[in-house]
């Protein structure tokens, strides 16, 4: 197979399986109450140590419009997940906090992702995954200077 078909093959198999993970993630997330891009802002929360995020660290992070924020934590504050808390330092400024509830959220999410990447590695030795997990890592560790040639 030539190059650029081999390419373009190894390309619609990356995202068949994203595909086949995010199918396998959401089916774990149903039974939490949680849509996957509700999932996404909860960990997104949780990345930030010192303080908590403003809603539009958020949508810069989450790479979205802040409406779209707005939607998610309106959704999961209704859910007992998170909160809104106003900053000590500047009263106008709105902060993300997750509640106990969300750090139990947070818990099962981590569940759920790992039994949905469970099921998808299944059919793999340790050593495959262990040569798989070393693939992606160099792939992901590559520095995206072809995105910005666009």
């Known amino acids: 197979m030539p190059t650029s078909?081999?390419?373009?093959?190894?390309?619609?198999?990356l995202l068949r399986l994203t595909r086949r993970l995010h199918r396998a993630h959401k089916c774990y997330l149903e039974p939490l109450g949680i849509t996957p891009a509700q999932a996404r802002l909860l960990r997104?929360?949780?990345q930030y140590d010192a303080e908590p995020p403003r809603m539009a660290d958020l949508a810069a992070r989450l790479e979205v419009v802040p409406r779209a924020v707005t939607t998610l934590v309106d959704a999961l504050e209704t859910n007992g997940v998170v909160r809104r808390?106003?900053?000590?330092a500047n009263r106008r400024v709105v902060r993300i906090e997750l509640t106990e509830a969300?750090?139990?959220t947070l818990r099962a999410l981590h569940r759920?992702?790992?039994?949905?990447?469970e099921d998808i590695l299944a059919p793999l030795s340790e050593h495959d995954r262990a040569l798989l997990g070393g693939l992606l890592d160099t792939l992901a560790d590559c520095p995206d200077?072809?995105?910005s040639r666009r």
């Open 5 to 13: 078909d081999a390419s373009g093959h190894l390309a619609e198999q």
């Open 44 to 46: 997104t929360v949780a």
């Open 85 to 88: 808390a106003a900053d000590p």
């Open 102 to 104: 969300g750090r139990a």
């Open 112 to 117: 759920a992702r790992r039994s949905a990447a």
């Open 145 to 147: 200077d072809r995105d």
